[in-house]
T-cell receptor, first 115, second 117 residues
Framework: QKEVEQDPGPLSVPEGAIVSLNCTYSNSAFQYFMWYRQYSRKGPELLMYTYSSGNKEDGRFTAQVDKSSKYISLFIRDSQPSDSATYLCAMSPAHSGGSNYKLTFGKGTLLTVNP | GAVVSQHPSWVICKSGTSVKIECRSLDFQATTMFWYRQFPKQSLMLMATSNEGSKATYEQGVEKDKFLINHASLTLSTLTVTSAHPEDSSFYIC?????????????FGPGTRLLVL
């Protein structure tokens, strides 16, 4: 079993739709959870960053973490064609001195929002 | 805030030459920088982790003599692909982890596309 599972899609939705992107994970030590957006031929851009369980909202984006289920989600409201990109989930355990702070990534979900 | 730059953005070189890629954190200091490689339609593959002033830690299967990493300051890391060959052609992306309090996240550069002829 991979540490982080993410459906690669592709996912195609009409403009204005609510998009739900998800990742599951197996390592219960993960405490920090991130969502990155990557446009074609560009570096990933940090969208959302959460610690432990709970919800976090930023504009049209909402991130949810359910540690009991080892499940994280990213919701995009009122999706726009400019949201078309690959979305990567990433996570990391809590660290103490001497750790190397590596992130574990999902494979990414390719999203297309059609006008 | 939290901007990371990479230079060059793309490079074409002949087989056997060496190529240096710079990664800079522009508006924050980074205790740790990371180098990734990404093939088309695939996720990021971590190559190595570097801490300022110390030797890089390479992932299994990554040749440290092939991919030389120097992290000379809290805002600059360089990756040198030595004696590049066509199979080294790829998209190389760096990221930087801010000094605390920055959490555990990483901010990515825009990437460098390398084509070895």
């Amino acid at each position: 079993q991979k540490e982080v599972e993410q459906d690669p899609g592709p996912l195609s939705v009409p403009e204005g739709a609510i998009v739900s992107l998800n990742c599951t994970y197996s390592n219960s030590a993960f405490q920090y959870f991130m969502w990155y957006r990557q446009y074609s031929r560009k570096g990933p851009e940090l969208l959302m960053y959460t610690y432990s369980s709970g919800n976090k909202e930023d504009g049209r984006f909402t991130a949810q973490v359910d540690k009991s289920s080892k499940y994280i989600s990213l919701f995009i409201r009122d999706s726009q064609p400019s949201d078309s990109a690959t979305y990567l989930c990433a996570m990391s355990p809590a660290h103490s001195g001497g750790s190397n702070y590596k992130l574990t990534f999902g494979k990414g979900t390719l999203l297309t929002v059609n006008p | 805030g939290a901007v990371v730059s990479q230079h060059p953005s793309w490079v074409i070189c002949k087989s056997g030459t060496s190529v240096k890629i710079e990664c800079r954190s522009l508006d924050f200091q980074a205790t740790t920088m990371f180098w990734y490689r990404q093939f088309p339609k695939q996720s990021l593959m971590l190559m190595a982790t570097s801490n300022e002033g110390s030797k890089a830690t390479y992932e299994q299967g990554v040749e440290k003599d092939k991919f030389l990493i120097n992290h000379a300051s809290l805002t600059l890391s360089t990756l040198t692909v030595t004696s590049a060959h066509p199979e080294d052609s790829s998209f190389y992306i760096c990221s930087a982890r801010p000094v605390p309090p920055g959490g555990e996240t990483q901010y990515f550069g825009p990437g460098t596309r390398l084509l070895v002829l």
